[in-house]
């Protein structure tokens, strides 16, 4: 039995609702990758990369650091250089609006 972690930008831990750069909390769920059955095992707490003076180098790689051990993050929207950054980080970023059990059939395992 394999299991992955994936980061959800949700304000309710039942619905992808945040956009990446404005997230101050991420469900890490854990995700059996032959059953699709999944478990929260984690809330983590990030400040938000959109601040006053826009994005950061900085607070992406702090974001990136929070999310080192998963493999897949789902926000409600995204900006397509920060995709590019996660990927590097060996990070797939998907971006939809909806229950999290919709989501994760987006994950192409």
Same mark, same amino acid.
Request: hydrophobic share 40%.
């Given at each position: 039995?394999?299991?992955?972690?994936?980061?959800?930008?949700?304000? *309710?831990?039942? #619905?992808? *609702?945040?956009?990446?750069?404005?997230?101050?909390?991420?469900?890490?769920?854990?995700? *059996?990758?032959?059953?699709?059955?999944?478990?929260?095992?984690?809330?983590?707490?990030?400040?938000?990369?959109?601040?006053? #003076?826009?994005?950061?180098?900085?607070? $992406? #790689?702090?974001?990136?650091?929070?999310?080192?051990?998963?493999?897949?993050?789902?926000?409600?929207?995204?900006?397509?250089?920060?995709?590019?950054? $996660?990927?590097?980080?060996?990070?797939?970023?998907?971006?939809?609006?909806?229950?999290?059990?919709?989501? $994760? #059939?987006?994950?192409?395992?």
């Amino acid at each position: 039995m394999s299991k992955i972690k994936i980061a959800l930008a949700s304000s *309710d831990g039942v #619905n992808i *609702d945040t956009h990446f750069g404005k997230c101050r909390r991420f469900s890490i769920i854990e995700m *059996d990758t032959i059953t699709k059955e999944f478990t929260q095992v984690e809330i983590r707490k990030s400040e938000r990369m959109c601040g006053p #003076n826009g994005h950061t180098q900085e607070a $992406l #790689n702090s974001i990136k650091k929070l999310l080192y051990d998963c493999s897949y993050v789902i926000v409600a929207r995204i900006g397509i250089w920060i995709v590019e950054e $996660l990927k590097q980080s060996g990070i797939t970023a998907i971006e939809f609006v909806g229950e999290v059990k919709s989501a $994760l #059939n987006k994950i192409k395992i």
